[in-house]
């Protein structure tokens, strides 16, 4: 069964797609939720972190939930990730990003959890600053390396992209050529050494593991990115979403956000097939199903979701089916698992 989960001002929404039909649960009511993700191992068990009620873990794919274990220290969890190498203990790694940034590590579950105080520590920390927030920052994004159970990327906003090649006891400080804005991180367990980067500032690739980056915005009309995913099957193909700046891809009265596709190494092409217009549409949220070669799914802010079957070209609405009453303001995180 697929199961998606949109992390949305006001709960967690869980779709659940039997018989043809999707139908959606609401969890975790009342509460600002940021992120989610599901342990790859177990996917039953799901981990989502809210703005100002910390982290929140289910075993029974979203029906209900019980807050985590002790050592997060802040509240705002913004991003939560799930390593994919086999501990010790049976276990994977599980990893939280707060507000101010902070990054925790989990061996047990969520049980209990240690910061990774390094992170904190390097050098550009006291520039890192969130413009809506100045006076702080966040984790917004956490990328296990899909291959090297050692090695650990975490973006800052702003602040860059931050490497640890020990499993988080030291860091390494953004490299040189690295932007500032990082929105969204992505490895693949079939491009050894290659890590993909949605910012601010516009797309970049690492191919050395993240010892380098180079920016590939070849074809992009819109330099702003946020949302990425990546082919299960192709590492080469991948979608973004993009706009001219942050008001754009923010901002309701003035939305306008665009959807890019590139395979094979070609350039950036705009895909509009079976998409909402982009001018009234913000930033969409996107992801893949590891479950599914070829298959991605995008979701507006507002709650719509959609579904592409033939890697990112061409694009249908999913008929989700709300519960009575809600309305989604604000989607934040996507995942797509299956159960």
Request: charged share 20%; with cysteine.
């Amino acid at each position: 069964m697929t199961i998606l989960y949109l992390a949305t001002n006001d709960g967690l929404a869980v779709a659940r797609r039997q018989n043809g039909a999707w139908r959606v649960q609401r969890g975790l009511s009342g509460y600002t939720t940021q992120c989610v993700a599901a342990d790859p191992r177990r996917p039953e068990r799901v981990y989502c972190g809210t703005f100002d009620h910390g982290l929140w873990i289910s075993d029974d794919a979203g029906t209900s939930w019980q807050a985590a274990g002790p050592g997060i220290e802040h509240q705002r969890v913004m991003a939560v990730a799930v390593g994919t190498p086999e501990r010790a203990n049976g276990r994977d790694v599980v990893w939280a990003g707060t507000e101010p940034s902070a990054l925790y590590r989990s061996d047990d579950g969520g049980r209990s959890w240690q910061e990774c105080p390094a992170l904190r520590a390097l050098p550009s920390a006291p520039t890192w600053s969130f413009p809506p927030r100045p006076w702080t920052s966040h984790v917004r994004w956490i990328a296990p390396d899909a291959q090297d159970p050692a090695r650990l990327f975490v973006g800052i906003e702003l602040g860059g992209v931050m490497r640890s090649l020990d499993g988080g006891r030291t860091w390494e400080d953004r490299k040189p050529e690295g932007q500032h804005d990082a929105h969204t991180l992505r490895t693949h367990p079939l491009a050894p050494d290659r890590v993909y980067e949605a910012a601010g500032g516009g797309y970049a690739e690492s191919h050395d593991g993240g010892a380098s980056w180079r920016r590939d915005d070849t074809g992009l009309n819109h330099r702003y990115t946020w949302g990425l995913a990546v082919d299960p099957a192709d590492p080469e193909t991948i979608v973004i979403s993009a706009a001219h700046g942050p008001g754009p891809a923010h901002n309701s009265g003035a939305a306008e956000s665009h959807l890019y596709r590139r395979s094979g190494g070609g350039a950036w092409q705009e895909v509009r097939e079976g998409l909402p217009e982009p001018r009234g549409t913000r930033t969409m949220v996107l992801a893949a199903n590891a479950a599914e070669p070829h298959v991605f799914y995008a979701a507006t802010r507002d709650g719509a979701v959609y579904r592409s079957a033939d890697a990112g070209s061409n694009w249908e609405r999913l008929p989700l089916s709300w519960p009575e009453g809600y309305r989604v303001g604000n989607v934040e995180g996507l995942f797509v698992t299956e159960v």
